[in-house]
């Protein structure tokens, strides 16, 4: 085991800070608070990170002209682009994610179809799962794709999706029979080909980037367009979350970061009763308390983009991960706005924002309950799902 970066991982990160710092901040910052980023400048921001392999690109392979960079040297990108703006890393996260299912799960026809496309980050990339009456449960999937001669007609809705309205093609989870979870399939459907409609939804936070509702309304697709083997949509969405979890875990952890630099450089300055808040015992309680967590969190997280790395199974890792991370976030950026005072819970100080930001994570890809229910199966070998 060693916990030191490699010289490559660290110049990649060095090099990605700098240009966090001085030319994506500018940019997120015209957004801030709540406004959401235009998807042409979405992309003008992702074609900007191509070059340190962090716009779709970073983790499709070189034959299919990404870099083919290991996941745990992405995660430590992606733990600074979450630290400038959780808006982007959650676009990107879903567009990275997107690019891989193109590459692993997906056939010949749609991988040559879109994954150029997206390796040059030239349209945007939805998962649509969840519905508004299925969500934890991803068995009970009611949107159907009904065979049609060599088309499948799409009816169904699909919400809390992810760069919804940014979306040029979304890879619908979609019910192909009866069979409860072996019923499930994932058919990629083009807007602009095929069709359909979105609706952009205000949130808690993270209205920098796109969360939708997505409507489709008896839309024809080729049969071609189903990516994977009929049945096999609940298997590959499960394999699909060990990556993503922790990874979502990670947008936390970037976020609570900003949240306790906030915190940090506030105690400095501001005084109270003669000297600077940072020098009082309890606000420095706050602070490392804020610093052990984040640390933790990252360990459980590069952790499971280790064993990742090595193509080791880490379903319970991955919710451990994701679990611990987007909880002790909220608290810490819950700390960072009182160590603000007042001023914490202004729109003039940034925390506000941050803790938001944060208060969102603990839900998507499965929520913490949902997590300790995979980490309690592992444990005692009984299942309480069902
Ligand atoms: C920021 C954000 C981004 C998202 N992006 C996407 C996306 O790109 N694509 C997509 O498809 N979806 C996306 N989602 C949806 C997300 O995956 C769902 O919100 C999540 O799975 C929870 O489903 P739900 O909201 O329907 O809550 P429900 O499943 O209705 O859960 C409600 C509450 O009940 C609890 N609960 C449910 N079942 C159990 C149980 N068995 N035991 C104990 N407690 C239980 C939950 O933990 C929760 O507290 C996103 C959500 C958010 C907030």
């Keep these: ?171 619908v989870i979609v019910r192909t029979s009866d069979e409860g979870a072996r019923g499930l399939s994932m058919i990629l459907v083009d807007r602009q080909e095929h069709g359909y409609e979105s609706r952009n939804i205000d949130k808690l936070g993270l209205n920098s980037t796109s969360t939708a509702q997505l409507f489709f309304d008896n839309v024809r697709v080729p049969a071609g367009n189903m990516m994977i083997q009929a049945g096999t949509g609940l298997k590959n969405t499960l394999v699909l979350f060990e990556k993503a979890r922790p990874m979502v875990g990670l947008t936390s952890v970037g976020i609570a970061q900003a949240a306790l630099n906030k915190a940090v450089a506030y105690a400095k300055e501001r005084r109270q009763h003669g000297k600077p808040i940072g020098q009082h015992q309890l606000i420095q309680g706050m602070l490392a308390d804020s610093a052990i967590q984040l640390d933790a969190a990252r360990l459980l997280i590069y952790r499971a983009f280790n064993l990742i790395d090595h193509g080791v199974r880490s379903e319970v890792e991955s919710a451990m991960a994701k679990c611990y991370a987007t909880e002790i976030a909220v608290d810490v950026a819950s700390k960072a706005v009182q160590i603000h005072g007042g001023n914490g819970i202004t729109k003039d100080f940034g925390v506000e924002l941050l803790f938001r930001n944060a208060r969102m994570m603990t839900i998507p890809d499965g929520t913490t309950e949902i997590q300790k229910l995979i980490i309690g199966r592992a444990l005692t070998g009984l299942n309480a799902f069902s």
Aim: hydrophobic residues 40%; contains cysteine; charged residues 20%.
């Design 1 to 171: 085991m060693n916990f030191l970066p490699t010289d490559e991982q660290r110049l990649a990160v060095e090099g990605f800070n700098r240009f966090l710092d001085t030319r994506l901040e500018p940019i997120v910052r015209r957004y801030q608070p709540d406004k959401l980023i235009e998807k042409e400048r979405m992309l003008e921001i992702f074609q900007m990170m191509l070059p340190y392999g962090m716009g779709g690109n970073g983790l499709i392979s070189e034959a299919n002209g990404g870099l083919g960079m290991p996941w745990l040297t992405y995660a430590m990108m992606y733990d600074n682009l979450a630290r400038v703006s959780g808006d982007v890393a959650i676009s990107l996260l879903i567009q990275q994610l997107g690019a891989y299912s193109l590459e692993v799960c997906s056939n010949d026809a749609m991988r040559q179809k879109y994954l150029p496309r997206m390796v040059r980050a030239e349209i945007i990339a939805c998962s649509g799962i969840s519905e508004p009456g299925v969500g934890s449960n991803v068995a009970e999937v009611t949107c159907r794709a009904k065979a049609d001669g060599d088309h499948f007609i799409v009816s169904g809705e699909k919400t809390w999706i992810s760069n919804g309205h940014y979306s040029d093609f979304c890879m």
